[in-house]
């Protein structure tokens, strides 16, 4: 079975500066992909950014980008630029590429400060 | 409406009622999901529905049912609940065709308390 962990439980980010969680995964598969959601106060959770394990090039969203590092098993995701209303739980996801389930991670919480 | 709503927001029940939450997905998507998500534990899958056909059941009590009367529907059907149940309940829907885009998209959540 797959697992995903993400050894950091909160964090705190100065408006305009960067943050980056960590994310690492545990599979034997070979393709699969890899998303971060968002999910704010309001509860409603958003796709951040997602990657294809078979891509070398790592994801990019505006100020969202990733570290893929097949070989590590581990999946950071970077914020540039730090705005308030990135403050959220952050949460990273595995799925197999031949099917549909969502393995999550425990979540990251972070707070953008003015 | 556009995406993936979900009623009521919130819902609190007693042990004995009988109550069910609902999902509608405006995407055309091919298959829908239901999560809990509890405090301190990460997201767990619930049951997965592609074509209207329960693929998963995530050794689910019982005392959850679920029903898909159509690619664009799902409830999830309570009674005689425990106060452990108490969660936000998000449903998510994804197109499930094999192709490259294989994303889910959420609802809302319904915020559940059990009495």
């Known amino acids: 079975a797959q697992t995903v962990t993400q050894s950091q439980p909160e964090m705190s980010v100065q408006e305009a500066e960067t943050v980056t969680l960590s994310c690492t995964y545990d599979t034997s598969e070979n393709n699969y992909y890899l998303f971060w959601y968002k999910q704010p106060p309001s509860r409603q959770m958003i796709l951040v950014i997602r990657?294809?394990?078979?891509?070398?090039q790592n994801a990019t969203e505006n100020r969202f980008s990733v570290n893929f590092q097949k070989a590590a098993k581990s999946f950071s995701l970077k914020i540039s630029d730090s705005q308030l209303g990135d403050t959220a739980m952050y949460f990273c996801?595995?799925?197999?590429?031949?099917?549909?389930?969502?393995?999550f991670g425990g979540g990251t919480r972070v707070l953008v400060k003015p | 409406e556009t995406g993936v709503t979900q009623t009521p927001r919130h819902l609190v029940m007693g042990m004995t009622n009988k109550k069910s939450l609902k999902c509608e997905q405006h995407l055309g998507h091919n298959a829908m999901y239901w999560y809990k998500q509890s405090a301190k534990k990460p997201l767990e899958l619930m049951f997965v529905?592609?074509?209207?056909?329960?693929?998963e059941n995530n050794s689910v009590p019982s005392r959850f049912s679920p029903e898909c009367p159509n690619s664009s529907h799902l409830f999830l059907h309570l009674h005689t609940l425990q106060p452990e149940d108490s969660a936000l309940y998000l449903c998510?829907?994804?197109?499930?065709?094999?192709?490259?885009?294989?994303?889910?998209?959420f609802g809302p959540g319904t915020r559940l308390l059990v009495l």
């Open positions: 990657q294809e394990a078979y891509k070398q």
């Open positions: 998510a829907s994804s197109q499930d065709d094999g192709g490259a885009e294989e994303t889910q998209y």
């Open positions: 996801a595995f799925m197999e590429a031949a099917g549909n389930k969502l393995t």
């Open positions: 529905y592609n074509f209207k056909e329960q693929t």
